[in-house]
């Protein structure tokens, strides 16, 4: 298989982890679109969200909170984050195996603005 997701699971590709165990690995996105740009990415192959079943359940329920739990251990949830699921082309999936971006940091800008 040729997805770059698996190969950094795999440790085939390099990536800089920030989470990993059994199921999920996160990683910083290389072209980050926000001052915090995490990746997270169950370690089983599932194009998109639309390619989901109902057995997948458990897995998307720890997606979220270990999102959750990243984005307390970074302080984003003082000021604030996104959640960001991109479907198929027309929705901004670049790559095809299902992935949450966590985006964060501006409060922390804005707050040094100040």
Do not use: M
């Given at each position: 298989m040729d997805c770059?997701?698996?190969?950094?699971?795999?440790?085939?590709e390099r990536?800089?982890?920030v989470?990993?165990?059994?199921?999920i690995?996160?990683?910083k996105?290389?072209?980050?679109?926000?001052?915090?740009?995490?990746?997270?990415?169950?370690?089983?192959?599932?194009?998109?969200?639309?390619?989901?079943?109902?057995?997948?359940k458990?897995?998307?329920?720890?997606?979220?909170?270990?999102?959750?739990k990243?984005a307390?251990?970074?302080?984003?949830?003082?000021?604030?984050?996104?959640?960001?699921?991109?479907?198929?082309?027309g929705?901004?999936q670049?790559?095809?195996?299902?992935?949450?971006?966590?985006?964060g940091?501006?409060g922390?800008?804005?707050?040094?603005?100040?």
């Open positions: 770059i997701f698996c190969k950094i699971a795999n440790k085939e990536a800089d982890i989470y990993e165990d059994r199921k690995i996160a990683f996105d290389i072209y980050p679109v926000a001052p915090t740009h995490i990746l997270v990415v169950p370690k089983k192959h599932i194009p998109s969200v639309d390619h989901l079943e109902p057995g997948d458990n897995l998307i329920g720890d997606l979220l909170l270990i999102t959750q990243i307390r251990q970074l302080s984003l949830a003082k000021t604030g984050y996104k959640l960001v699921f991109n479907v198929g082309r929705g901004g670049k790559i095809d195996h299902l992935h949450l971006h966590l985006l940091g501006w922390k800008k804005l707050k040094n603005k100040n």
